[in-house]
């Protein structure tokens, strides 16, 4: 398996030394970073050599995302809040990504407790869970909840009625109280995974520099 939950383990968000490479040889912070080995780092070192990686669906999403990242560079250099974050980037980088999802649903005993989306692996487990809605059935059928910040906002610190808080802390909430295995947070730019199992110690997670990916790829093309 590539994932791998251990409570036991003292985790600390600093990575090993021979953790700090991509698959290709490059530094790991031109890739990812896997916080807590929330994934297996043997697996993820031989993740170029899965055919995945070289499917044509890949790079397909890719370009859709470059092209996406153009068309929202003055908004971007504008400022976005979260609103505009969700609206204009996240939701529409999860349609390219081949998502279906609904947006801020009810969970189960709690009315202020909404994912910003709820993920489904396609539109017929959607249909599946719709009548269940507001209830723990529903969240069954879905893969992930995702919480989104806004672009420039930190995905470890935010601040709320004059307290400071992780936003993690929000998605470990809404996992526990769907069953939802994955959470994802997000402030458009930097994508972090986190799983149910370790969720709750924040800074296990595996986390993408998505914007940055985009324009080190372009960059490739263009060598």
Known sequence: MLFRSDRSRDVSPSLKEDERRA?????????????????????????????????????????????????????IKEGM?????????????????????????????????????????????????????????????ASAAVRTLGWEDSLDEQEYEGQMFNPALDLDRYMRSTGIEWGVLTNGQVWRLFHRDTSGLLNNFFEVDEVHQIGRASCRERV
Not at 48 to 64: D, G, H, M, N, Q
Not at 100 to 123: I, N
Request: aromatic share 14%; with cysteine.
């Open 23 to 75: 698959p290709d040889g490059e530094q790991m912070t031109e890739l990812y970073v896997n916080a807590g080995d929330i994934f297996d780092p043997v697996r993820l070192s031989e993740i170029a050599s899965f055919p995945e990686w070289s499917a044509p669906e890949l790079e397909k999403a890719r370009k859709e995302l470059e092209e996406l990242y153009e068309k929202r560079e003055a908004l």
């Open 81 to 141: 809040d979260r609103d505009n974050t969700r609206y204009h980037w996240t939701s529409y980088v999860l349609r390219r990504l081949g998502f279906c999802f609904s947006a801020v649903e009810q969970t189960p005993g709690d009315t202020e407790l909404r994912p910003d989306f709820t993920l489904f692996y396609d539109s017929t487990e959607f249909m599946r869970a719709r009548d269940y809605r507001g209830q723990r059935e529903f969240f069954s059928h």
